[in-house]
């Protein structure tokens, strides 16, 4: 993903691709050694539904034809929520998950927000403290009792060409 000809394309996620998603999502999540146990109790969590998948609340990476990622944005301005970003496992490394962060934060701007929380897989924490994301507390996992999650917020850029954080070196 250096060139600009692997570039992938940031589109919006059609109603029709519900199913495709949420496998996308299921495959992402399972890379990070969760087991079928683990996995089974977040499906429903994780399972997307047509209703969600409207243009700016969402954002597909592209390539070829393929879905390569997905993020999600929930809620009302001015505050939201980054619901969902996920990356196709392969793809996982190669900056495609900053580059679909930062398309939703360009998204979230358009819809008027100002701030989004983020309620973090523990494996993502150091990805949205590398973005500029602020560690702010804790909540309980929807899935699992007991389990907590990290909770980020970040400042949305108001301008479009204001800079959004690039990971730290």
Not at 8 to 14: G, I, V
Not at 69 to 82: I, N, R, W
């Amino acid at each position: 993903m250096d060139n600009a000809a692997e570039t992938p394309l940031l589109r919006p996620a059609q109603p029709a691709e519900a199913e495709a998603l949420t496998a996308l999502v299921l495959r992402s999540k399972a890379h990070w050694g969760y087991d079928e146990a683990f996995m089974a109790v977040c499906r429903d969590e994780l399972t997307l539904r047509p209703e969600q998948l409207v243009p700016g609340r969402t954002l597909v990476a592209e390539q070829d034809g393929t879905a390569l990622g997905f993020g999600l944005l929930a809620g009302d301005a001015p505050v939201g929520e980054l619901a969902m970003l996920f990356v196709e496992p392969a793809a996982i490394g190669q900056g495609l998950g900053g580059r679909l962060y930062r398309g939703l934060l360009e998204l979230a701007r358009t819809a008027g927000f100002t701030r989004l929380t983020i309620d973090a897989d523990p494996c993502a924490a150091d990805f949205y403290a590398a973005h500029g994301a602020v560690r702010t507390g804790e909540t309980p996992s929807g899935s699992i009792p007991g389990r907590t999650l990290p909770v980020f917020t970040v400042t949305v850029p108001q301008t479009p060409d204001a800079p959004i954080s690039e990971p730290a070196a």
